[in-house]
């Protein structure tokens, strides 16, 4: 069996020194090499000025340093959001979102984990794609570093939430998680990192389990034990009574908050009964945040709500509990770049 040649990206610094000492270099090389990649963000082996000539020929003979490729950008016209498409193998491609705040201060990408999506949310574009699996950590990290190089800026926050399931590539998106925090990495806090599951509650456990630093948020999307599967069918494998336990045991064991994504959908999930049930569980969790957002997909049969019912939805919750409530609106829903439309463009595309 021919051996693979080792990628340099997505390694940690123990990774580095481990292929260092297989390929007859100094152990402190690794170090140097690490910084390049994710601090300095160098896009090919030869600015890697630290290291020898020597070095770096050893490097380009024996190891590999790919970027995945861009395939279309599409800007918003309304708020300056910017969708990217990136092949990561033949037939194979994704999305990720880069996200300005208006005042210039707060910079997001939203990344993906997967290519398609295990699941199969309702309201969600990339579900209807076909899976075609995993990315690998060096996949994910390359988003950032792709985006951040085309826009000429480097981001504050970075959220998973873009196609896939995070949960259900667990490892691959914590070791990137966890380059994202190191300081001598890509340096950010690790609560400008937020990882997101639709309620894999095996993945919530784990995290929980592995003391993990990072923002949460659970897409919740319906707060009926027996109407959330017509909305999402994570909840047949993993129910709403497990994840709202799961949601509890994070708040205590981590003693910090949990973010509920709440996806509005007018006669279904919204109305007077569907916020007074939210704000229970909200209350039962204690040290949660809500964020709701209307829908933005139309390829359901469900239309977006109006803005009244928005407000009174938001209304209604609020006179229920103290959990703060963020309508988080929909950035870059002019270029199907907004929650839930990742893979939309291409799915009209193929299906008119």
């Keep these: ?77 309304d708020d300056g959001t910017r969708k990217f498409t990136f092949f990561v193998g033949e037939g194979k491609e994704i999305e990720t979102v880069w996200i300005p705040s208006g005042d210039g201060g707060r910079k997001t990408i939203c990344i993906s984990s997967q290519i398609g999506c295990t699941l199969n949310c309702k309201f969600c ?37 873009g196609m896939g399931e995070p949960m259900h590539n667990y490892f691959s998106v914590m070791k990137a998680a966890h380059i994202l925090r190191d300081q001598d990495g890509f340096g950010l806090g690790a609560l400008r990192i937020t990882i ?17 630093p990072f923002n949460f948020a659970i897409s919740l999307n319906h707060p009926n034990p027996r109407a959330r599967s017509s909305v999402m069918d994570v909840n047949d494998k993993h129910p709403l009574e497990k994840l709202i336990d799961s949601a509890k045991r994070f708040t205590k064991e981590l003693n910090r908050a949990i973010t509920f994504e709440y996806v509005m959908i007018p006669d279904v999930n919204m109305g007077k009964d569907n916020a007074e049930r939210l704000a229970k569980i909200s209350r039962s969790v204690n040290k949660c945040k809500i964020n709701v957002i209307p829908l933005n997909t139309d390829f359901t049969g469900w239309r977006r709500p109006t803005e009244d019912e928005v407000n009174e939805f938001i209304s209604i919750l609020r006179s229920k509990t103290n959990a703060p409530i963020l309508n988080r609106r929909s950035p870059g829903r002019d270029i199907n770049g907004a929650c839930g439309m990742l893979a939309l463009k291409g799915i009209r595309s193929e299906t008119n």
């Excluded at 069996?1 to 390694?11: F, R, S, V, W």
């Excluded at 297989?22 to 890697?48: P, V």
């Excluded at 988003?143 to 926050?157: F, H, S, W, Y």
């Design 1 to 77: 069996m021919k051996e693979e040649i080792p990628i340099l990206k997505g390694k940690t610094k123990k990774e580095l020194t481990e292929l260092c000492a297989s390929l007859g270099l100094e152990a402190y090389r690794a170090s140097q090499i690490y910084t390049g990649i994710y601090k300095n963000r160098y896009t090919n082996i030869d600015q890697f000025t630290t290291l020898s000539k020597e070095v770096r020929t050893v490097l380009k003979e024996k190891t590999l340093y790919p970027e995945i490729e861009l395939g279309r950008e599409l800007i918003s016209k």
């Design 125 to 161: 574009a990339t579900g209807l794609l076909e899976y075609k699996g995993n990315l690998a950590t060096w996949q994910i990290l390359d988003q950032i570093l792709q985006v951040e190089k085309i826009v000429g800026d480097r981001a504050t926050n970075i959220v998973f939430m």
């Design 196 to 212: 997101s599951t639709a309620g894999v509650t095996t993945g919530i456990s784990r995290f929980i389990e592995n003391k993990e």
